[in-house]
């Protein structure tokens, strides 16, 4: 969306990141405070994944580290993100930071769950109210 915006093209209606990496200088405190309960991502291949990516750039380069960018004039968000994932941080930072740019977002914090959580769907009544809110919210943009 801030390479769309950037080049003046049309943008979403919306979008929904789930779970989002958005800093990848990896320094959100659910880094250290949840790794024993995030079974799927450590700070550790984050940081791996980091470097393989970036080869050598800056980790705050904004189209890399959304975080970082202005993020003026990009259409509604809704950010869905399990409360017990070492990326939470990332969300509520990314998600506050969209706000005070002016931007309609909206933060669900699925309390206890994983990372990317709503994959479950079918699985965990959790999982399936997420995807349900999900759903909701795209219809009321796209419709």
């Known amino acids: 969306m801030l390479k769309l915006r950037d080049d003046g093209a049309a943008l979403p209606a919306g979008g929904v990141p789930i779970s989002p ?3 990848l200088a990896c320094t959100g405190e659910t880094l250290e405070t949840n790794a024993t309960a995030d079974l799927t991502a450590t ?14 750039e800056d980790p705050h380069t904004p189209l ?8 003026s004039g990009i259409p509604p968000l ?3 993100v399990g409360g017990a994932e070492a990326l939470l941080d990332d969300s509520v930072r ?14 669900y914090i699925g309390a206890g769950m994983q990372h990317i959580f709503p994959i479950y769907c ?9 995807v349900a809110m ?6 009321s943009r796209t419709s």
């Open 21 to 23: 990496w958005v800093d």
């Open 43 to 56: 700070k550790a291949s984050l940081q791996r994944m980091a470097g393989q990516y970036l080869q050598g």
């Open 64 to 71: 890399a580290s959304p975080l970082y960018a202005d993020l």
């Open 78 to 80: 809704l950010v869905v």
């Open 94 to 107: 990314f998600s506050r930071s969209a706000g005070m740019a002016g931007v309609d977002v909206t933060l």
């Open 122 to 130: 079918g699985a965990i009544p959790e999982s399936d109210a997420a």
């Open 134 to 139: 999900i759903g909701a919210w795209v219809r």
